[in-house]
């Protein structure tokens, strides 16, 4: 079994599965919370993130972890996505999500992918070939879509302009 460490959730990978569990974060809340008085432009990015109201933007920020696990298996049961990793459970009201899991992606495999840049401008995960797992079948599917920018991004992106030299 390994352990993979986010920002916002902890990953356990064991045989084929994915287990992906939200983080609470407190004692990070607290900490942005000191520096707020000090900085507007942090206060800015925290509403603009999280919402306007504090006491949603507060919880959003400690539960963001919660937020992405849901966000991730709604998705993939709303739209059942090809270019996703599917997301098959959810436990706990979304504080663990399973999905099955993938092989891994050489910088060169994700170089193949065409992707619209409407989605490279949404969503940093583009780029970075550990947000992504190789399938039996060849095809390179994205495993971390919590984020709501990347979620949006997906949307807004037709299939069809999704292509990549392996599928």
Known sequence: MRI????????????DTAIKLGLFRPFRF???M?????SRKRREHFFGKYGNRFARAALRDMCAGLYANRGEYEYSRVHND????P??????????????R?????????????VPEQYRE???????????????????????YGRPETRRALLATNREAWRHSCG
């Open 4 to 15: 993979k460490c986010g920002s916002t959730r902890l990953v356990l990978l064991t045989g």
């Open 30 to 32: 607290l900490c942005r």
């Open 34 to 38: 000191c520096l707020f008085p000090f």
């Open 82 to 85: 090809p270019r996703v990793m």
């Open 87 to 100: 997301t098959v459970y959810s436990l706990l009201r979304g504080w663990i999500v399973i999905q099955p």
């Open 102 to 114: 993938g092989g891994p992606v050489s910088k060169e495999q994700l170089r193949s992918w065409r």
């Open 122 to 144: 949404r969503a940093n995960e583009m780029g970075q070939p550990g947000q992504f797992a190789s399938l039996p079948d060849g095809r390179i599917v994205l495993i971390d």
